[in-house]
Structures are given as C-alpha cells and as structure tokens.
C-alpha cells in the first residue's frame, strides 16, 4: 500500500515538473520568434539550459520546439549567444529523434563547430563520420576571409576520440600536415590588439613586438604553447590548439595503418614500430617537428617564470611533452638515442626541485620504456624516484595517487628490470600510511609485486606498524614546520615532554629513523618499537591514523595469500615465531588491536597447515604461548587456533619426530590452562574466555590423549566435571544458555568417543592422513562424533553425571 501510494506520489510530481517544463519552453519559444531575440530571450535560453541540465526528462519538449532551436542555432541573424545557447540545449537532449541537423553545407566555420557539437553529442558514428569527413575538407581548403580554423579543431579532437576510424587514411595525411605547420611555423611575432573604435582610436599601429619566454627574455626560437605574448595570432592559437591534440592524434595515427589503433592501445602503439606504409610521409614528418616541439618545450620549461601560473603549465607543459616525446619513440626506435640525451640532461636540471617531482614519473617511464634500447643505465634516475619523493611529498594527495597508480602500472616492468622498486616497499608505504582511504585498492595491486622471500617479513613488521607510521609522519612534519629556533638539540640527559621534543632526541631518533627509513633495511632494524609505539600513544585517536589502522586487516589477508605461494619452511617458521611475538607488540587502537588478532589467527591455522612439521620444529614458543592464560584472554582468536593447530598437526603422522614425551608436554600444559578457565573456586574470578575456546581446549586434549592413550583417563575425568561448571551460578552469568549447552554436548561427544580409543584414534587422525575415509572422518567430526554419542547413549538427551 504504501509501495503505491509512493509511486503515485512520484507519479504526480514528475508531470508536474513536465508541465512545467513545456509552459517554460513555450514563453522562450514566443521570444526567440518574437521581432527581435534580446536580452530576455537570453535569460530564458539560460533558465532552460539549467533546468534540462537537470532534469531526468529532457526529452518532454516538444518536436515543434526542438525545430525552433535547430532554426534559430543555423539562422545567420541569430546573435552569437542565442546560437551557442541554443545547440547547448539540443545537446542536452541527445540523443534526439527529432534532430533535423546537417553540417555539409555550413560555410562559417563557428557555426560548422556549433552543429557538430551537436551532431557528436548523439554519439552515432554515421554522424560522427559524416562530421569527421565536413572537418577535414574544411581544413584541406584555404578558408575564406574572416574564418579560422581555431573552432574546428576541437571537434576534430572529438570525432578521433569517439571514433578514429572515421577518418580515411589520406585524411589523416591531410591533418598531419596540417599539424606539422601548425606546431612548427606558427608566428614569432605578437598580434596586434583590436581596435577599440573610440574617438581618439588612431587607423595608425606599432609594429608588432616579438613573442617572449616565460621569464620575460626575448625568443630566439619557434614558437609554442609556452612563448608570451599580450595579443596572439590565430596561427599561434592554432599552435596551442595542435599541441593539445597532438598525443591522441599521435596514438590513433602517427604510427600504423588505420581502423585498428585507439587511443591508449599500447600494444598497437608497440607494433607500430615496425608497420612500415607507403603514404608515411606526412606521419613521419609530424613526428618530427612534434619532437622539435617537445626538445623546444623541455628548455623552456626549467626557465624561472615571472608568474606563478606560468611555472604550474611549465610543468604541465613538460610532462606532456615527455609522454609525447615516448610515444615518437614507441613508433619509431631511431629518436631514442636523441631523446635519451635530451631527458638526461633535463632530470639533472630538476631532480632537486620538488616542484617538478610529478614531472619525474613521465621521464622514469620513458627510461623503463626504452633504456634496454638505447643501452643506458636508469638505475640512479629510480633510485632518486622512489628515495626522495615519497619521502618529501607524501602528504600531497594528488602527487601520491599519482605515483602509486605510476608504480602499480608499471610494478611488473620495475620487478623485472630493477630491485630498486622492490627494495624502496618502506617509502612506498608512506604515500598508504597518509593517505589511506583513497590508496587501499592501488596497494591491494601493488603488495603482490613488493613481496618475495628477501622482503616478507620486513614487510610483515610494516604492515603490523602502519598505523604507527602515520603518527610517526605526523610528528615528522610537524617537526620540519618548527622555527629553527626551536629545532635546537634535546637534552641528551633529560627525558621528552612531548613526541615533537623526541623526535630529535637521542633516546628515539634511531626508532624514528627506522620507521621513517627510505629503503629496505632488515638488518638495521631495531630490539623493538614499544618505546616509540608508547610514545606515540598520544596520537592513536588521531582520524588519519585510525582510518590507515582500517588498512591493515586487508593488506594483512593479502600479505599471507600471497606470501604463501613462494615460502619455504624456513620462512613460514619465522612468520609463526613473528606472529606469536608480534601479538604482544601493537599500537594500542583497540579496534585495530581486534582486528589484527582476527587476521593472525586465522592465518596462523594456513600456516599451520601449509608446514605441520613447525608444531615439533616450534614446540618451545609454542609451548610457551599456548600455556598462558594471559594469551587466551587478551589474545583470544590467535590463542584458538593456535590450541586447534596442536590438536590437529600435532601427530607422528605429520612429522615422524613428533614424540609421545611432546604430546605429553603439550597436554598438560593445555590441561592447566583449561584447569584454570573452568575451576570453582570461591576467590577464582568469573571466566572471560570466549565458549569457542573451551571447546577447542577440550577438543584439543581429546585429540592428544587419543596419540597418547595413557592421557585418556584425565582427559575423561576432566570431562565429566563439564555438567557441574555450566551449572554454576558465576559461569551461567556470564554465558549464554546456547553456548553453555554447546559446550556441555562437546564434552559428552568427546568424552562418549573416548570410551572407544581405536575409534577417537581413527576419527581424530589429522587432515593429512593418506586415506580418504580418514579426511572425511575429518571433515565431518561433528557428526562422527554425535554418531558415536547415539550408538553409547541412545536414549535423547541424556548425558553423563
């Protein structure tokens, strides 16, 4: 009822706005055929355009109207406004049924861009074709006084980014030549300002003034998008205009046949290197003066401005121009050697300005593109890559997406080419621990390739040490944004007041200096981090660090996903040990905390599972770990599956050295922390452990005392003390009456099984036994051990006293 009560609702309000919307149209329809389109007409083209913009049915005018706007766009007496207005709307309509529009006869070159706009917008490729086609032969031909071709090189751009085999080949000829005059031969002379008409306005002008650099000297060469001038030349904005374009033009045609490369088709582009085509000449031309162009803007671009907007498009500029200059390269191999020399010398000019650090991606992937080729070593151009930007430049979220999505693009290239990447995993991180939200699925891609047996558990301690990472970097910046007068040396002797006092102090600068390391350094690293992780406690609240802390459960699965694939036993016996010491050292976030402990022991069983042989190998920290009632506690989901681990591995046939003096040792240890979770006495506190731990203690010493018969009667007895626990009053306070009558049926199965030891030996062999009855006995266990209760007990729902 109230489903449509709704819809009738929604129903009502949108022929409301429908109605609305036709009366509107109707009012600017009366003033576009009024006697004269004026200010008013403007103001209502205006009000429709937004409400169209932003309605979801803009297709409720009627064909009558959408006529009128098609006549009056295409009238030679419409205002220029009024026309731009009106194929503004028509766009907004596309796709369109009533659409009447043909650019083949239009003459005027800004009403020829107008149509087109319109006619792309429909996104049909006969229309795109048909605009192509009108395009180019407008281009071909000199154009008639007072027309440029400034208005339809922008719906060029469009037509080969919606379609590029729209064009023929000996369009594409066409254009490139075109292109290649453009970029190359544009004036060096600066245009003349427009008269203003005014009384005192002389019919005499000043010679023109030649184009200058952006640090005010006069050019001495060509000219292009960054020479300055106050008025400029249509030629010249042609210049800046084929700039733009150049590189998907570049992509779609400059280096092979047409009708099968797109834009952003690196495959094909590699291809092309090797496509040879009779009518390459006007391709190969545009190559070359695109390179001049980009050698022209590469020196420009390390010129000082005297504007502040000039310095940003240098940038902007050289990084276009870098790409550029790979993609010429890509398609033909002879301009390497020219381009490697020219980006060499230009990374010295700028490697030390981190303005231009967003410039260096584009030049290090030239290098990776092509160093092979040209025979140079790009080693020290990584190097400085991945040691100083990330370190200076990880707060600037833009430069990080940038340079992650950089790495991760590139990451199988750097791993087969460099160990630079791969070594520089701790700056890396940096860009993840401050920018953590918006970087997670780039670092979900990039972990895999930052891991191998020499980085793993290095990357282990990171990752567990993330969140403390980003307080760390907090500090760091903080520190750098001090007066100098207040950088002074901390007293060696005294202890820090604050993080920002021990940043510099020598108690913690070797801590801070680890974790904000640059590079690999396993053997550097120091006894511990509590000191530093205790210190920075002040700043586990702080928003940034508790969503990088969010991070780390994710990366963590992954890392043990992935690390699994390669590790041997010796580095899967480190990571337990890790991952058993690692559990006591955390920063205290206790979401995080929770979290993490989640994550290790589940992949603690993994581990388990991958190598058994680690429960004899490993028996004292085991042993030790396992036998705290501390760990259970506190430690919970790492505790469980550590004890369901030893049930389920710790067996000769997993490992002929496990021996029954070890099975013993595990037993009465595991007995004693059962013992203490379960006894009654008056001062004893309420019990705090999870259900699932009781049972998997007692599953557990069940198992062992099956590899052990003699441990069978202890077992047993334990067992049958289970009624009188759940029963009491400080155990049904805490616990609910499901978990309790879970754990009193566990106790009755395990110890109903035990009164057939051939059986429970049978039913509790580990997953690895060779036969398969025995791994579905496994896989099953509940059942087998509730079929076992009903053949001893066949009365329902009774068990023992």
């Known amino acids: 009822m109230f489903t449509a009560a709704a819809e009738s609702f929604l129903r009502q309000a949108r022929e409301s706005r429908e109605e609305e919307l036709r009366r509107f149209a109707a009012r600017v329809s009366a003033l576009l055929q009024g006697p004269e389109a004026g200010a008013e007409a403007v103001d209502g083209l205006q009000r429709l355009h937004l409400t169209v913009a932003a309605t979801k049915y803009p297709r409720q005018l009627n064909g009558k109207f959408v006529e009128l706007l098609q006549t009056v766009l295409c009238s030679p007496k419409s205002p220029e406004q009024i026309q731009v207005l009106c194929a503004a709307i028509l766009r907004e309509m596309s796709p369109c049924n009533e659409l009447i529009l043909s650019c083949d006869e239009i003459q005027d070159t800004k009403l020829l861009s107008l149509v087109s706009s319109v006619l792309l917008a429909q996104e049909d490729k006969g229309e795109v074709a048909a605009v192509g086609q009108r395009v180019v032969k407008a281009l071909e031909k000199r154009l008639p006084e007072g027309q440029s071709a400034r208005f339809l090189l922008p719906v060029l751009a469009n037509v080969i980014s919606l379609s590029p085999a729209s064009l023929t080949e000996e369009q594409t000829n066409v254009v490139s030549k075109k292109l290649a005059d453009w970029l190359r031969y544009a004036s060096i002379q600066q245009g003349m300002a427009q008269p203003s008409g005014g009384f005192f306005s002389s019919p005499r002008t000043k010679q023109p003034a030649p184009i200058t650099e952006v640090d005010g000297a006069v050019a001495t060469d060509f000219f292009t998008v960054l020479s300055v001038a106050q008025h400029y030349t249509q030629d010249q904005w042609l210049n800046v205009q084929a700039f733009s374009m150049l590189r998907n033009w570049l992509l779609c045609y400059g280096g092979k046949e047409l009708n099968t490369l797109h834009p952003g088709d690196k495959a094909g582009v590699d291809r092309a290197v090797t496509s040879v085509v009779s009518t390459a000449g006007p391709r190969e031309r545009l190559r070359d003066k695109a390179f001049e162009y980009c050698q022209r803007l590469m020196e420009q671009s390390t010129r000082r401005p005297l504007k502040k907007d000039d310095g940003d498009l240098q940038k902007a500029c050289l990084i276009e121009a870098v790409t550029i ?157 001090l007066p100098a007068s207040e950088r002074a040396r901390a007293d060696p002797a005294g202890k820090p007041g604050t993080c920002l006092e021990a940043f510099r102090h020598p108690l913690y600068k070797g801590l801070f200096q680890h974790l904000l390391r640059t590079t690999a350094a396993p053997q550097d690293a120091p006894e511990s981090l509590v000191p530093l992780r205790l210190l920075l406690g002040s700043l586990a609240g702080s928003p940034r660090v508790v969503q990088c802390a969010e991070t780390v459960p994710v990366l963590l699965e992954l890392f043990f996903r992935v690390v699994a694939e390669f590790a041997d036993g010796s580095l899967i016996n480190q990571l337990v040990v890790l991952l058993l010491q690692r559990s006591d050292q955390l920063y205290e976030i206790p979401a995080f905390k929770e979290d993490v402990y989640r994550v290790l022991g589940s992949q603690l069983a ?55 003096e070890q099975i013993s040792r595990f037993f009465e240890s595991l007995e004693a922390v059962l013992f203490e979770i379960t006894q009654l006495r008056p001062q004893a ?117």
């Open 606 to 660: 993994v581990l388990c599972g991958l190598r058994p042989a680690l429960l004899v190998e490993l028996s004292s920290e085991i042993l030790e770990f396992s036998g705290a009632v501390s760990n259970l506690q506190s430690k919970e989901p790492i505790f469980t599956h550590m004890v369901w681990a030893v049930g389920e591995y710790l067996s000769v046939s997993c490992d002929k050295r496990c021996t029954v």
């Open 685 to 801: 506190c309420t019990p705090g452990c999870a259900p699932r731990a009781i049972s998997v203690l007692m599953a557990t010493l069940t198992k062992l005392a099956a590899r052990s018969q003699d441990l069978i009667p202890r077992v047993s007895m334990f067992l049958s003390k289970m009624r009188t626990f759940v029963q009491s009053p400080a155990v049904t306070s805490v616990y609910c009456e499901e978990d309790l009558e879970e754990i009193l049926i566990r106790a009755t199965e395990l110890m109903n099984l035990l009164k057939m030891p051939s059986v429970a030996q049978f039913v509790f062999t580990p997953p690895v036994a060779s036969t398969r009855l025995q791994r579905e006995a496994n896989d099953s266990l509940p059942v087998a051990l509730r079929m076992v209760t009903e053949l001893l007990e066949p009365a329902p729902g009774s068990v023992p006293v």
């Open 325 to 481: 200059m790979d993609i010429i390269c890509k398609q033909d191999s002879s301009y390497v050697c020219r381009a490697v020399s020219s980006l060499q010398m230009l990374h010295s000019r700028i490697c030390g300005d981190a303005t231009y650090a967003r410039a260096l991606l584009p030049i290090a992937q030239f290098f990776l593109n092509h160093s092979k080729l040209a025979a140079v070593d790009s080693d020290a151009i990584y190097k400085h890559l991945f040691t100083d930007i990330p370190a200076q430049l990880f707060h600037n979220p833009s430069l990080a997406f940038e340079f992650v999505q950089f790495c991760k693009d590139n990451s199988q290239l750097f791993t087969d080419s460099s160990s630079i990447f791969r070594q520089s995993f701790p700056n890396l991180f940096k860009f993840l621990a401050w920018n953590s939200p918006p970087l997670i699925s780039e670092f979900v891609d990039l972990l895999p390739f930052l891991l191998d047996p020499g980085t793993a558990i290095e990357i282990f301690h990171l990752l567990l040490d993330l969140p403390c990472l980003t307080a760390a970097l907090d500090i760091q910046l903080r520190a750098a944004a």
